[in-house]
């Protein structure tokens, strides 16, 4: 019957402007709630996880993992689903994600113990991978003109409506809500996709899909995520050691595959180009430095400074909502100045406000709060639009599509790096441990202004 349908509604598509007016808005709205939900799964969890750690009896340590569960679960599957969109269609594998990210919600919400939510946590992961890692191609077929900016859009405000939502949900009923409301909009997505979103026009051919290359990124990102966590957790000094050759043996024959193939599932060879290198470089330590802050902050409102699970998400609300003013407003800006020179403000202002939460006072008020969540989020938002610009535009435009599929995967293993030591900080440092997680952040994001200033000695991109 579903193969019916997705015969009988292939919508056409224009050689060079995409689709019809008539059907284009309701194929952006697929996209948008398909990609909305999937965001929002990561910062709707943020808010609820000190209560999630109370009603199932795990340390906070233990708790990060149904945020790190999913993280990773997409970061070792996106590009393998972003090749399978290039061989079997965008279409398809996106409509299948929003499917499976559906069904697993329900499971998540249904969980009575850890284990059962950390599982059902990795399979929505697989969900949310095949539909990020295809969304952006999608979005090129639907409306060519303006895919970036979309995308941009939709991922700013889906995390500028994650905390909101679940300060709202967790005032109405317990955190397995969080992850209910994911069901309706998951079938309004997989209806109004079915009908209005648009089939490949163009087939890759010749092009078979690599399930060794698949296997090996999973296993070499797997692994280095592994690993951190066995460190963390002090597991046996023998595995650990093992692991680390196996992680550097593996990852160095997946390169090196990569480098030899056609279509290579994760495009290294872009790394050559210094601009884009370092871009990749800067995105990583700032995921690393927003998940670091963004995963303690929960805790150490609700722990350590006494507010509610309702006031945290209303408290946690100006980060993302001042990053969705600013990004847009340097999405124009870049066009006049470098995006080196934007990035490294960006994550100076950034850092500053990631220290100033860090140095809070003993008994803040919830504007003392908020105005040091804005700075931060103002950084971050100056930072963001420029380098993903310069990540695109930098790379020929024969290989956008890879460098997408290398931004995503920047994005996803910064945040996963991010919410591993989050985990390792609990912990390793169990008294001030969410002021200690600041603290890294605001070196990481040093880092990153760093990098982004070393950017200023290459040309700019078109």
Not at 41 to 62: E, F, K, M, Q, R
Not at 156 to 175: E, K, R
Not at 216 to 224: D, I, Q, S, Y
Not at 416 to 435: D, E, H, K, R
């Amino acid at each position: 019957m579903i193969r019916m349908i997705l015969q009988n509604h292939i919508i056409p598509v224009n050689e060079n402007g995409g689709l019809p007016l008539s059907k284009r808005y309701w194929a952006i709205l697929a996209t948008a709630l398909g990609v909305g939900i999937s965001v929002i799964d990561v910062t709707i969890a943020n808010v609820a996880l000190p209560t999630i750690a109370h009603d199932l009896g795990t340390s906070p340590s233990v708790t990060i993992w149904i945020v790190n569960a999913y993280q990773m679960a997409i970061t070792i599957s996106l590009l393998s689903f972003s090749s399978l969109g290039d061989i079997y269609g965008y279409r398809k594998i996106y409509l299948s994600g929003v499917l499976l990210f559906s069904i697993t919600s329900g499971i998540c919400a249904c969980a009575d113990s850890f284990w059962t939510l950390t599982t059902a946590r990795i399979l929505q992961g697989f969900g949310a991978a095949a539909i990020t890692g295809v969304n952006t191609a999608l979005l090129r077929i639907i409306y060519p003109k303006r895919f970036l900016g979309i995308n941009a859009l939709v991922i700013a405000v889906s995390t500028a409506a994650g905390p909101t939502i679940a300060s709202i949900i967790l005032s109405l009923g317990s955190w397995h809500w969080l992850f209910a409301i994911n069901i309706p909009v998951g079938i309004a997505t997989l209806i109004i996709g079915l009908i209005y979103l648009p089939d490949n026009p163009v087939k890759v051919t010749g092009r078979h899909f690599d399930k060794f290359s698949c296997l090996m990124n999973a296993v070499t990102f797997g692994l280095l995520i592994f690993l951190l966590e066995g460190i963390t957790h002090k597991e046996n000094t023998t595995l650990i050691i093992v692991g680390v050759f196996a992680l550097l043996i593996i990852g160095y024959f997946f390169v090196r595959r990569q480098l030899r193939q056609q279509f290579p599932l994760l495009p290294v060879d872009l790394m050559r180009i210094p601009i884009f290198s370092m871009s990749i470089g800067t995105s990583i330590c700032s995921f690393t430095g927003q998940m670091l802050a963004m995963l303690s902050l929960p805790f150490f409102l609700q722990e350590t400074l006494k507010r509610s699970d309702v006031t945290t998400g209303l408290l946690l609300t100006p980060w993302p909502i001042a990053t969705m003013i600013i990004a847009p407003l340097a999405g124009r800006l870049v066009e006049r100045i470098h995006a080196g020179i934007l990035g490294s403000i960006g994550m100076t202002i950034f850092a500053i406000g990631l220290f100033l939460l860090a140095v809070l006072p003993s008994n803040p008020t919830n504007m003392d709060i908020i105005w040091r969540l804005f700075i931060c989020g103002s950084g971050f938002g100056l930072f963001q639009t420029p380098n993903n610009s310069t990540i695109i535009s930098s790379a020929p435009s024969n290989r956008s599509g890879g460098a997408s599929g290398m931004l995503g995967t920047a994005r996803l293993l910064g945040q996963t790096l991010g919410a591993t030591q989050v985990a390792m900080i609990f912990y390793l440092v169990p008294i001030n441990s969410s002021q200690t997680c600041l603290y890294s952040a605001t070196g990481f994001a040093i880092v990153a202004a760093i990098v982004s200033c070393l950017r200023i000695s290459q040309p700019r991109p078109l």
